[in-house]
């Protein structure tokens, strides 16, 4: 057998809450840090008081299928609101998905670093959210993926605020971590 597949995720009984397919692989993600979450709430808050209702959805901590073998679970994510599939889903297409966003826990750090983003660039995803620990505060490592490569690359990174014009205006106010 060459692993599990997407599908099975949905069909294997008792797995833990937010189990990923990473390579025909399933990783059991650990419980994680306030920080994590705090960050998690915030961005998601955020992306859904920005985004233009009649172009985008945010959700938080749902599965994408990037191919059969592929079903990673970004943090937060944003989809094209024309995609919008049925309430009882349990993922999305990743032709659906315009922004993924993941913020680095210690048990993840390769995953989030190298094999996430590789994954969601090759899976045609046009926007990707780095986020990580700085003494405490968020730091946002904010990529494009370009076209002719097919791969990431970095249009900023940023401490405090983040503003970017796309996938649609943003102006993030990153110390809001503070007040959560």
Same mark, same amino acid.
């Given at each position: 057998m060459e692993g599990y597949t997407a599908d099975d995720l949905d069909r294997i009984p008792d797995l833990p809450p937010h189990t990923e397919l990473i390579d025909g692989t399933l990783v059991i993600v650990s419980p994680q840090k306030d920080f994590h979450t705090i960050v998690v709430d915030m961005l998601t808050q955020e992306l859904r008081r920005l985004a233009p209702k009649e172009s985008f959805r945010v959700r938080r901590e749902m599965s994408i299928v990037l191919a059969p073998r592929q079903r990673p679970e970004p943090d937060v994510i944003v989809l094209?609101?024309?995609?919008?599939?049925?309430?009882? !889903?349990?993922? &999305?297409?990743? *032709?659906?998905?315009?922004?993924?966003?993941?913020?680095?826990?210690?048990?993840?750090?390769?995953?989030?670093?190298?094999?996430?983003?590789?994954?969601?660039?090759?899976?045609?995803?046009? &926007?990707?959210?780095?986020?990580?620990?700085?003494?405490?505060?968020?730091?946002?490592?904010?990529? *494009?993926?370009?076209?002719?490569?097919?791969?990431? *690359?970095?249009?900023?990174?940023?401490?405090? !605020?983040?503003?970017?014009?796309?996938?649609?205006?943003?102006?993030?106010?990153?110390?809001?971590?503070?007040?959560?």
């Open positions: 094209r609101a024309d995609t919008e599939i049925g309430r009882s !889903r349990t993922w &999305y297409p990743a *032709e659906a998905v315009v922004l993924a966003v993941e913020v680095v826990s210690p048990e993840s750090e390769i995953r989030d670093r190298q094999r996430k983003p590789q994954l969601y660039a090759e899976a045609g995803i046009p &926007y990707f959210w780095l986020v990580e620990e700085s003494s405490g505060a968020p730091v946002v490592h904010a990529y *494009e993926r370009r076209k002719p490569t097919g791969a990431y *690359e970095l249009l900023g990174s940023f401490r405090g !605020r983040v503003i970017l014009a796309a996938p649609f205006d943003i102006d993030i106010d990153l110390t809001g971590v503070d007040d959560l």
